[in-house]
């Protein structure tokens, strides 16, 4: 079953730039989308980017132009750039593999990204 490990450091004031990584362990990563999740104080979790294996990414619109996913398949690993962060960024991001119903792996923890003044 594959598990997930995300990570990215640091508070960030607006405007700023972060890095998340995700390393998925136990699954066959390659052949599958790679998604990444944000779930924000009270909100629903919701799903901001995916990565296709062939290369075709899908973003949340109102992030879509300040966030960018890739991946790197040798590595078993996945990232997200975020510029230009909002407060609205706020929440745990959360990394999975995607099938056609959905999440295929248990959730990891995620990885905290507070964006305040």
Same mark, same amino acid.
């Not at 901001?48 to 973003?59: C, E, I, K």
């Given at each position: 079953?594959?598990?997930?490990?995300?990570?990215?450091? %640091?508070?960030? &004031?607006?405007?700023?730039?972060?890095?998340?990584?995700?390393?998925?362990?136990?699954?066959?990563?390659?052949?599958?989308? @790679?998604?990444?999740?944000? &779930?924000?104080?009270?909100?629903?979790?919701?799903?901001?980017?995916?990565?296709?294996?062939?290369?075709?990414?899908?973003?949340?619109?109102?992030?879509?132009?300040?966030?960018?996913?890739?991946?790197?398949?040798?590595?078993? @690993?996945?990232?997200?750039? @975020?510029? @230009?962060?909002?407060?609205?960024?706020?929440?745990?991001?959360?990394?999975?593999? &995607?099938?056609?119903?959905?999440?295929?792996?248990?959730?990891? &923890? %995620?990885?905290?990204?507070?964006?305040?003044?």
């Amino acid at each position: 079953q594959a598990r997930f490990v995300e990570s990215g450091v %640091g508070v960030v &004031q607006p405007g700023g730039s972060l890095r998340l990584s995700c390393d998925v362990f136990g699954s066959i990563f390659s052949a599958v989308v @790679m998604v990444w999740y944000r &779930q924000a104080p009270g909100k629903e979790r919701e799903l901001v980017a995916s990565l296709s294996p062939g290369g075709r990414t899908n973003y949340l619109e109102p992030v879509k132009e300040r966030l960018s996913i890739s991946r790197d398949d040798a590595k078993n @690993m996945a990232s997200l750039q @975020m510029n @230009m962060l909002e407060p609205e960024d706020t929440g745990v991001y959360l990394c999975n593999l &995607q099938g056609c119903l959905g999440p295929l792996g248990p959730w990891g &923890q %995620g990885t905290q990204v507070p964006v305040s003044v």
